[in-house]
């Protein structure tokens, strides 16, 4: 089995806080975030992680975000799309998820072209475009706290805060990586799987979803829970998925979470297609998720450290106490 692809490495963006009530505040906080020059200790971003972000307005209210990795990456033009309107309108949505007013949404176009509209049945004016599922939970859009953004070379992972175990998560680009070099099904002909993982629009992330099945970074077949869904390679459809297996621990022990040269080292995602029942990801095999890591329980927002160097950063469901985690590398 071949890994073609590059590890990914994050920037973990300074926190931005919403400036008002409304899904137009809430994106505007996620732009700030994203596109500010430096990352959370004022060090200016890499050019290797210098995405192009765009925010979309209409009568100077922003509707949409569009995201694009950096080109000199030579990817098949992938736009990861945040949206949402207080008046929401027609736009498309992928199943089994529907249109909200006032919900944040994301997407993922690929093989695009220029902006059109976010709401356009091709956002990029050609290409393919997944639809939108609806991103978080609702109620996040008019009481979320913190904006915490994490940005790699091909993916981005945004963390929505309301209080400290009440949040939000969606990641989105290239999200997968093929089991084999095979660039006519088993991947695109830039060797990635594109798409995307939401907790969705009716719920907090799960105080437990490092050990549920249907959790996240797997696949509700109900509109509005979490969804996983990537493009079928080289083509328009998409597929839900999710990960294959669930957190499990021996015991949580130090030797456990660490190799022989003392590194820590986070569970790898397995993904498979949902075969139509939730958490069911039994069908055919797709790749691994890219640089998101189980890891157990952290505190939210710690860090591993080198000296200085950031080495991780932990993402998990509670700010204040020890909850169920996941780890993202570090730019070293």
């Known amino acids: 089995m071949a890994f073609p692809v590059p590890g990914l490495t994050f920037i973990r963006c300074a926190d931005t806080s919403p400036a008002g009530t409304t899904i137009q505040d809430f994106l505007d906080a996620i732009y700030s975030a994203l596109s500010a020059a430096n990352d959370y200790r004022g060090t200016a971003k ?45 736009p498309t949505m992928l199943a089994p998820d529907t249109a909200f007013n006032s919900v944040c949404m994301i997407g993922i176009n690929k093989n695009g072209g220029a902006y059109n509209s976010w709401d356009a049945a091709l956002p990029m004016t050609s290409g393919q475009f997944s639809g939108y599922y609806r991103g978080v939970y609702s109620a996040l859009n008019a009481t979320a706290t913190i904006i915490r953004c994490f940005v790699s070379q091909e993916t981005i992972f945004v963390q929505c805060i309301g209080s400290a175990a009440v949040q939000g998560w969606m990641y989105a680009g290239a999200l997968l990586q093929a089991y084999t070099n095979d660039t006519s099904l088993c991947s695109e002909t830039d060797n990635r799987i594109y798409g995307m993982t939401v907790s969705g629009g009716t719920s907090s992330v799960p105080a437990s979803w490092l ?33 294959r297996t669930v957190y499990s621990t021996g015991g949580g022990t130090i030797p456990e979470t660490q190799d022989s040269s003392g590194a820590y080292i986070g569970d790898i995602m397995d993904f498979g297609r949902n075969i139509g029942t939730t958490g069911a990801n039994t069908g055919t095999r797709l790749g691994t998720l890219r640089g998101v890591y189980r890891v157990g329980n952290v505190i939210s927002g710690r860090y591993l450290r080198s000296g200085s160097t950031d080495l991780y950063h932990y993402v998990s469901l509670d700010t204040s106490a020890v909850a169920n985690a996941l780890m993202l590398p570090a730019v070293s």
């Open 211 to 243: 050990t549920n099945t249907g959790s996240m970074f797997s696949h509700s077949t109900t509109a509005s829970q979490n969804h996983s869904a990537v493009f079928q390679p080289n083509t328009s459809t998409v597929w839900s998925c999710g990960t």
């Open 46 to 90: 890499p050019a290797s992680h210098a995405w192009t972000f765009t925010r979309r307005q209409v009568a100077s209210v922003t509707n949409a975000i569009t995201c694009e990795p950096p080109a000199a990456l030579g990817l098949i033009s992938p736009v990861v799309i945040i949206a949402g309107r207080t008046a929401v309108g027609s």
